[in-house]
C-alpha cells in the first residue's frame, strides 16, 4: 500500500512542478485561443496543460518499475504495462499537441486515437477474455482479432468519452480521477479475493492517474490557470481504458461462489466509473446528428452546460458531477463487496439518477434565482476562468476624447489630465 501512494505522491509533484514551465511555453508558442461562443471561461486561457500531465505519468511508470514489489508484479504481467504506456501515451500526448495548437481534422485525430491503442495492443496491453458466470456460459476466451478490436474500440471510446467531458475547469481531471479510485478499489478487492497479493498491474496505473490528476487540479480548478487540452483529456483517457483492460481477473471461477456481481465487475466498471461521460458523449451524438450535424460539431448542449443554464455556480456545477462519479461508480464497486445479487444493480442506477435530479434543482433565490443578477449568484465563483490579461509597460495612457460638440466637459489636457469646467456661483 505503501508503493501505491508513494507512485500517486511522485506523480502529483511531478505534474504539479510542471504545470507552469508548460503554462509560459504554451503562451509563448500562442496556444491560448480566443474565446469560442460555446466555452465557459471568458478570457483566453493557455492549454496543453497535458504536457504536465504526461511528464507525471512516465515518471510515476519508470519509479514503479523501479519499486520492489509492483517493479516484480510489472515484470511477471504478460504485458509490458510501462513501455506500453509510455509510447501510447507519447503519441495520443502528440496527437493532442497538435490539435490544441494548430487544430486538426476530426477524423486525422481519429486516426491518432486509434494508432495509440494500436501500441496497447503490440505490447498485449489488451482484454484477453470476457468474464461471464458459470450458469451464463463461463469466461469466453477472445481470440487475438476480436481482442484487438474490442480492445481499441474500448479505448477510443473511453478517451472520446473524456474528452467530451472536459467543459469545466477541473471536471475531467475530477472526474477520472474518482474514476481511478474506484478502479483501484475494485482492483485491490479482487487480488485479495483471488490470493495474488495487493500488488497488481491495474492499481500500480490507476495509482499514477490518481497522482497526475490531482497534481494537476491545483491549477485547474476554478478559476483556472490553464486547461489541459485535448493533450490532456486524451492522455488520461488513454490511461483510464488500459486499467480498465487490465482489471479482468485471472480466474473468475474463483471468486464465482460469492455473487455474480465481481464476476460481472470487470464489465459493469467501465460503465460505472464512465457513465457521466458516456451518457453525455451519447446524447451529444444524438443531439448533433438528430439536426443533421457531425457527431464531433461543438455545442452548449452538454450536461454541465445545463447546470449552469438553469441557475448553478461553475463550482457548484462541477462539485455536483463529482458527487454523482462518486456515488455511482463507489456504489458498483460498494456491491461487490458485501454480496448483493446483480438486480440490485438497477436500483443503483435509479438512486444515482434521483441524487442527481435532486442536486440538480436550483435553488429557489428570488425572482428568477442567479440569473436575474445578470448571472451572478450568492455563492459568486470569483473571478473569470482565466488568468487576468497583462499590462504592458509601453501602454500609452490617453485622456477621454472630447466631445464632437466642442463642449468643455470631458475635454482632456495634453498631459492627459482631465479640463474641469468652471460653473457659474449661484447668488
Known amino acids: ?83 506500453a504506456l509510455i509510447l501510447a501515451g507519447g503519441l495520443i500526448t502528440l496527437t493532442g499537441f497538435l490539435d490544441d495548437w494548430w487544430g486538426m481534422d476530426a477524423f486525422i485525430k481519429l486516426g491518432g486515437q486509434i494508432a495509440a491503442a494500436g501500441v496497447l495492443v503490440f505490447y498485449d496491453l489488451r482484454l484477453l477474455y470476457l468474464p461471464l458466470p458459470q450458469d451464463w456460459g463461463g469466461s469466453t476466451s477472445l481470440d487475438y482479432t476480436l481482442s484487438t478490436v474490442i480492445t481499441i474500440l474500448v479505448v477510443v471510446v473511453t478517451i472520446n468519452a473524456v474528452n467530451f467531458v472536459d467543459g469545466l475547469d477541473g471536471l475531467a481531471a475530477g472526474i477520472v480521477c474518482i474514476a481511478s479510485m474506484a478502479t483501484w478499489a475494485y482492483s485491490i478487492f479482487l487480488a485479495d479475493n483471488i490470493s495474488t497479493g495487493r500488488i497488481t498491474v491495474t492499481a500500480a496505473i490507476v495509482a499514477i492517474l490518481i497522482g497526475t490528476c490531482l497534481g494537476f487540479l491545483p491549477h485547474n480548478f476554478h478559476p483556472a490557470k490553464i486547461f489541459m487540452g485535448d493533450t490532456g483529456a486524451m492522455l488520461i483517457g488513454l490511461v483510464l481504458a488500459s486499467s480498465i483492460v487490465t482489471v479482468t481477473p485471472v480466474d473468475p471461477g474463483i471468486i464465482e461462489g460469492m455473487n455474480k456481481v465481481p464476476v460481472l465487475l470487470p464489465l459493469l466498471l467501465p460503465a460505472a466509473v464512465l457513465v457521466l461521460p458516456l451518457v453525455d458523449l451519447i446524447t451529444a451524438v444524438v443531439r448533433r446528428t438528430s439536426r443533421g450535424l457531425s457527431p464531433f460539431a461543438p455545442d452548449r448542449g452538454h450536461l454541465h452546460h445545463r447546470l449552469m443554464d438553469i441557475g448553478h455556480s461553475h463550482r457548484r456545477t462541477v462539485l455536483i458531477l463529482y458527487a454523482w462519479a462518486f456515488l455511482f461508480a463507489f456504489g458498483i464497486v460498494g456491491m461487490s463487496t458485501v454480496g448483493v445479487p446483480v438486480l440490485l444493480f438497477p ?16 435553488r429557489w433565490r428570488g425572482r428568477g434565482g442567479a440569473h436575474s443578477r445578470g448571472g451572478r449568484s450568492d455563492d459568486d465563483d470569483g473571478p473569470p476562468t482565466g488568468p487576468m490579461p497583462p499590462i504592458r509597460p509601453d501602454t500609452e495612457v490617453r485622456g477621454p476624447r472630447p466631445p464632437a460638440d466642442g463642449s468643455p466637459n470631458d475635454r482632456a489636457t495634453a498631459d492627459g489630465k482631465p479640463v474641469i469646467p468652471a460653473f457659474p456661483s449661484r447668488s
Open 347 to 362: 436500483v443503483v442506477i435509479l438512486l444515482a439518477l434521483a441524487v442527481l435530479v435532486l442536486m440538480a434543482l436550483p
Open 1 to 83: 500500500m505503501r508503493e501505491y501512494l508513494f507512485m500517486a505522491l511522485i506523480s502529483a509533484a511531478v505534474t504539479y512542478l510542471l504545470v507552469p514551465l508548460v503554462r509560459r511555453f504554451a503562451i509563448r508558442i500562442g496556444a491560448m485561443p480566443e474565446v469560442r461562443e460555446r466555452d465557459v471561461h471568458t478570457t483566453p486561457t493557455p492549454r496543453l496543460g497535458g504536457l504536465a500531465m504526461y511528464g507525471g505519468l512516465v515518471v510515476g511508470l519508470l519509479v514503479a518499475n523501479q519499486l520492489t514489489h509492483t517493479g516484480k508484479a510489472l515484470a511477471e504481467s504478460e504485458s509490458n504495462a510501462v513501455t
